[in-house]
């Protein structure tokens, strides 16, 4: 992890696509503004963990009905 000091103002350019800005600070609170491209995808670590899990819980049924679907089209076949 790459650890860099930053004061109010001052900012730091990721890839000459993405640049933070710190806006603010006040006793534990840091205000972070965010500039980048509209196709980059910006989220709070805890709301892209919970998009994570949300998309893990949508995934795991399918595969299980599709294995249940190739259970169903093995039988077919071999009933033939």
């Keep these: 992890m ?3 000091s930053r004061k109010k103002g001052e900012s730091i350019v990721i890839q000459d696509q993405i640049e933070l800005t710190i806006l603010s ?3 534990d609170t840091v205000k972070v ?3 980048a491209p509209k196709h ?3 989220f709070r ?3 892209y963990l919970s998009i994570q899990e949300s998309n ?3 995934v795991a049924p399918q595969q299980s009905d599709l294995k249940a ?3 169903q089209l093995r039988k ?3 009933n033939d």
């Design 2 to 4: 790459l650890v860099l």
């Design 25 to 27: 600070v006040e006793g």
């Design 33 to 35: 503004g965010i500039s």
């Design 40 to 42: 980059v995808d910006i």
């Design 45 to 47: 670590k805890e709301v």
């Design 56 to 58: 893990r819980e949508s």
């Design 69 to 71: 679907l190739i259970h």
């Design 76 to 78: 077919v076949n071999n």
